[in-house]
């Protein structure tokens, strides 16, 4: 027995060390590839020496001689910090994820195929500027220069990620960084979906009046009734099942409610108490780790320029220079239009035209697939743009036999000059310059809110598409492609896009709300993001004569929800302080003790506090209550609670209450009933998963911000080292907005947010403050992967100087490349 027990001991001792040399083995291995901040470097491709100052967030602040060795720069720290992140951006963008990760991503990479990113970056390289294709060039040249670095020291192979995923790093090239501002664009662009929606739920309602609650317009002015989608196409099944979108982290297309938001506002110096103009800026993408955003400093020879940069791409997308700042949000322009194409019953390489029948375009693409044969995809092309699968937001629901579906968008150019106009924007150096740089921007589209030292203003940028006033759907759904009112006639002249500049009431702001009133087809767009945190901001703007550096801070981090002030007078009209006394522990006492919280709650969306989450709970039980009977399965497309839907129906508006009725019980249900049943149903929810005990109930404990690791993040054991999670206050309809997952088993996660906070103040342009939402650094094993996490939880900036001397004195290191000899 004594000689099995020392047996025994010893190959437990000898796993526990062979386990541990693995663990040392496998991080020696990864930390190779850890930048050296502090070096010098021989490199070709420059002109002159370059000097990359690491400050102590390791924010780069890149000087050379020229424009060109500056951009080789930013390109060498992009590579350094966000190697694999840039690798599978590209990839995406390339449709060629399955030479990595096998079988898994073969569905993403046929639906970038056909919408043929790279072909079109590819020929869009020349329609740049001069300046603009030579800073391309140098970027690209910068990247490969650090990959160069890489192969000669063996430095890990650049990031942790290749030792577990073969994939081998092509050389930069110009065309990879205008496919990556595509690949953006389909990532903000979400009218595609939301016309396959409309169309599935109205061929769902009985009733089509109802479509206008469920899917209401912007307030405003109504517009003319949409003919019936199986009016269009007599084939079409009535009941329009599908399935839902692959559980991937790298597909690409957006979900419903996550195709783009964003806040941005500027003050005059008549509002500023200053005397300077003031700008505040946060882009709401999803969250990752490490985050889409870097942030980095360019001096140029036009001056310095600091802010937010996408690795990939060679400019500062969202940041001031000395003279201006520039800030974006997403313009919800309706820049795509699903057409249904008629197949040649005699021939289905054809399809039919205004001209009559014609063959489409086609051209074979080859998918290399790891572990498996390659796969030929023929791409198809009408005059509208590419055949799109049925697959893809469930189009085929909605497409009867004999046809199939194309796109129209205009990022589906060849000519692209986007990033003509983000490389102009920087050496801009006032509003007009600004707006006069903008000219050239193509997709994604914009509201790009600026201000120089006296000027302050709002413009939307980005192709707007001409239609024709005849369109039978006017671009809400899917329409006949073969009947000419229903394609474009081209592109607007850019005067046409909506600007505001210099206000009377000194101050300009978006946040994604509707900013014009225009009849079709000049309307801009029927959707438009939250029209709820716009009222917010109205009273934080209108409450002060004059603001501050700070109060737009405040502003920026407001946490009360207009949605949750709004709602719960209503939905609980009948329901606050009626009912009889009830025993503790008994439902009836729950609801009462909630409803006592929620009446004495001023809608502050605070990570500490219990009623945010029984308000949301609420509210999704509520929704789920009112539609599944009328949708079936479609109601899980509206996982999300939709504000302007529940006030409809609690308003009684155009008969809206009609959704409270349950279709298939025998009595008529009254609202009143429903909100209690959702509310009973949300506090049994919330005892089930965090407690019965209300008052101690944390909203943060819910709504977790997931910045979850896209590739990595589903690893055991690793995902708990890569990927960052933290309680945050805010929610779907606040200025600091984080908006919900609204999938089970945690509805309530924070996945989309502000991932870059800025606010500049031009009476001290130094005194500028931004944030992103991790670290700079994509390698876990870098202090610098999520120092900046917390900070950005609890709504702390760190300085956006442009200062040399303040980033030399805290300089995590100096990074100098010298010309090869």
């Not at 980005?462 to 809400?476: F, I, L």
């Not at 719960?568 to 009889?580: M, R, S, Y």
């Not at 876990?780 to 303040?806: C, K, T, V």
Request: some cysteine; charged content about 20%.
């Amino acid at each position: 027995m004594r000689l099995l027990f020392r047996w025994l001991f010893r190959i437990a001792s000898a796993l526990v060390a062979l386990v541990a040399a693995s663990v040392l083995l496998a991080y020696y291995f990864a930390a190779q590839s850890l930048p050296d901040y502090d070096q010098t470097l021989q490199v070709s491709g420059i002109s002159a020496p370059v000097e990359i100052i690491r400050d102590q967030s390791a924010v780069p602040h890149i000087l050379g001689q020229t424009d060109e060795d500056v951009f080789f720069g930013l390109g060498y720290a992009h590579a350094q910090d966000r190697l694999w992140q840039m690798t599978i951006m590209r990839r995406t963008a390339q449709g060629r994820l399955s030479e990595v990760f096998g079988n898994r991503t073969l569905t993403i990479d046929k639906l970038l195929r056909r919408l043929d990113f790279y072909r079109l970056a590819q020929e869009s390289v020349a329609a740049q500027s001069p300046a603009a294709q030579a800073a391309l060039r140098a970027y690209a040249a910068g990247v490969n220069a650090r990959l160069k670095e890489i192969n000669d020291e063996a430095l890990g192979r650049g990031a942790p990620e290749m030792f577990l995923f073969d994939a081998p790093v092509a050389p930069w090239q110009p065309a990879d960084s205008l496919a990556l501002i595509k690949l953006m664009a389909l990532q903000l662009s979400g009218h595609l979906e939301d016309e396959v929606l409309r169309a599935r739920t109205m061929l769902t309602l009985d009733d089509p009046a109802r479509v206008a609650d469920i899917l209401p317009d912007a307030p405003g002015q109504g517009i003319a009734a949409l003919p019936e989608y199986a009016d269009l196409f007599p084939g079409v099944k009535r009941y329009a099942a599908g399935t839902p979108a692959p559980e991937d982290p790298l597909w690409p297309f957006p979900r419903r409610g996550l195709a783009g938001a964003s806040n941005a506002w500027a003050a005059a110096p008549s509002r500023s108490a200053s005397g300077g103009t003031l700008l505040a800026n946060d882009p709401h993408l999803g969250l990752t780790a490490p985050s889409i955003w870097y942030l980095a400093r360019l001096e140029l020879s036009s001056g310095g320029v600091i802010g937010g940069t996408i690795p990939g791409i060679p400019a500062v997308l969202a940041g001031r220079s000395a003279d201006l700042g520039w800030g974006v949000t997403s313009s919800y322009l309706d820049d795509q239009d699903v057409h249904i194409e008629k197949l040649n019953p005699q021939n289905p390489e054809e399809y039919l035209t205004p001209d009559g029948y014609k063959r489409f375009e086609t051209r074979p693409s080859i998918i290399e697939i790891k572990g498996a044969a390659p796969v030929t995809l023929t791409l198809r092309w009408t005059e509208n743009g590419p055949v799109l699968p049925g697959t893809l937001y469930n189009l085929a629901t909605i497409t009867p036999p004999g046809h199939v579906a194309s796109l129209s968008w205009t990022a589906l150019s060849d000519a692209d000059t986007t990033y003509t106009a983000a490389y102009n924007m920087m050496r801009a150096k006032s509003v007009p310059e600004a707006l006069e740089a903008a000219k050239d921007y193509v997709a994604p589209s914009q509201n790009l809110t600026v201000a120089d030292h006296r000027s302050i203003a709002l413009k939307t940028v980005g192709a707007m598409p001409r239609r024709d006033p005849r369109h039978q759907t006017q671009g809400r759904m899917p329409s006949p492609g073969w009947r000419p009112e229903n394609r474009w006639l081209g592109i607007l002249p850019y005067a046409a896009n909506p600007e505001f500049v210099d206000p009377r009431g000194g101050i300009v702001g978006n946040t994604n709300n509707k900013i014009v009133e225009r009849p079709f087809p000049n309307h801009v767009s029927y959707l438009w993001g939250d029209t709820q945190r716009i009222h917010r901001w109205q009273k934080l703007m209108q409450e002060r004569r004059v603001h501050t550096r700070d109060s737009f801070v405040e502003a920026q981090l407001d946490r009360v929800s207009f949605s949750a002030r709004t709602l719960l007078p209503l939905v609980g009209a009948d329901l606050w302080f009626t009912g009889n006394a009830a025993p503790e522990g008994t439902p009836e006492r729950q609801r009462q003790i909630a409803l006592t919280l929620l009446a004495e709650w001023n809608g502050e969306m605070n990570e500490h506090l219990p009623e945010p989450l029984i308000y949301a709970a609420w509210m999704r039980f509520l929704q789920k209550r009112l539609i599944e009977d009328d949708l079936g399965p479609l109601a899980d497309e509206f996982t999300r609670m939709q504000p302007l839907f529940i006030e409809r129906v609690f308003r009684d508006i155009d008969g809206a209450s009609a959704w409270c009725d349950i279709r298939q019980s025998a009595p008529r249900e009254t609202c009143t009933e429903i909100a209690r049943l959702a509310l009973d149903e949300a506090l049994v929810w919330i005892g089930e998963k965090y407690g019965t005990d209300l008052a101690t109930l944390r909203w943060g404990d819910a709504h977790q911000a997931t910045h979850d690791h896209p590739t990595l993040g589903k690893v055991p054991v690793l995902r708990y080292f890569i990927n960052i999670h933290q309680s945050t206050s805010g929610g779907d309809n606040t200025l600091q907005r984080g908006r919900t997952s609204g999938e089970d088993p945690d509805p309530f996660r924070n996945v989309h947010a502000g991932a870059y906070r800025g606010v500049y103040d031009f009476a001290d342009p130094d005194s500028s403050v931004f944030i992103i939402s991790t670290g700079q650094s994509g390698h876990f094993l870098s202090r610098h992967y999520d120092d900046l996490a917390q900070l950005w939880r609890r709504g702390e900036y760190i300085p956006m100087s442009l200062d040399l001397d303040l980033a030399r004195a805290a300089a995590d290191g100096v990074t100098r490349l010298i010309p090869a000899r």
